[in-house]
């Protein structure tokens, strides 16, 4: 029975350690997709394995986000979760943004500081959500990797916060066929109606 008390006692404990643990992950949403050339896409960046309404809460980011530049080009950013709200700005009292990207280069990077308190942060901010949604054009036919740069998370007190990352993928691909062909097929019927209106 005592060896039983601490073996129940010694899985509570581990479970526990385990749980306060729990790896930060940054990744995309979605984490893959296939898309036109010539459309637009939105990716989501988004943190996982915070505290649930506990800390550790997120206070800031600095990350960059990496990309074939011959295949996306980026449009811009809105800094939040849609459906959450933005976990760093949670009484709309505002927060420090910054998304700097040049022209032509494959990398982007987006910076936030959160102007709420730390008890705000700790009792208030969900455990997972959407940092931001970073929108592309699909410029090329091929496949482009989104990973990660340089990153910097620090919690509601400023400390640092390590994350693991999981990369994320977009394939563009030729516009389908049917898509031509009700395109020629709407063209010719342009066509003739023009030519009954003149005849």
């Given at each position: ?9 010694g ?6 350690s ?14 893959s997709?296939t ?12 943190i ?8 550790d ?8 986000v ?5 295949i ?26 910054g ?5 032509g280069?494959?990398a ?21 959500f959407?940092?931001?949604?970073l ?35 977009v ?11 009700f395109?020629?097929a709407?063209?010719?019927l ?10």
């Amino acid at each position: 029975m005592k060896y039983f008390t601490r073996f129940i006692f010694g899985a509570i404990l581990l479970s526990v350690s385990a749980t306060s643990q729990a790896a930060l992950v940054l990744g995309f949403s979605p984490s893959s997709q296939t898309v036109s050339v010539g459309s637009s896409l939105g990716v989501d960046l988004t943190i996982s394995g915070l505290g649930n309404f506990a800390p550790d809460s997120l206070g800031a980011f600095d990350v960059d986000v990496l990309f074939d530049n011959s295949i996306l080009g980026f449009t811009g950013a809105i800094y939040g979760d849609p459906v959450l709200g933005d976990q760093l700005d949670l009484f709309s009292l505002g927060s420090f943004t910054g998304t700097t990207h040049t022209p032509g280069a494959g990398a982007v990077n987006l910076f936030q500081l959160s102007f709420d308190t730390v008890s705000d942060l700790d009792t208030m901010q969900a455990d997972s959500f959407t940092l931001a949604t970073l929108t592309f054009d699909a410029l090329a036919i091929g496949s482009s990797s989104l990973n990660f740069g340089s990153i910097t998370l620090s919690d509601a007190i400023g400390g640092a916060l390590t994350a693991n990352t999981a990369p994320g993928q977009v394939n563009v691909v030729p516009i389908p066929a049917a898509i031509w062909l009700f395109g020629t097929a709407l063209l010719a019927l342009v066509g003739l109606s023009r030519r009954r209106k003149v005849a």
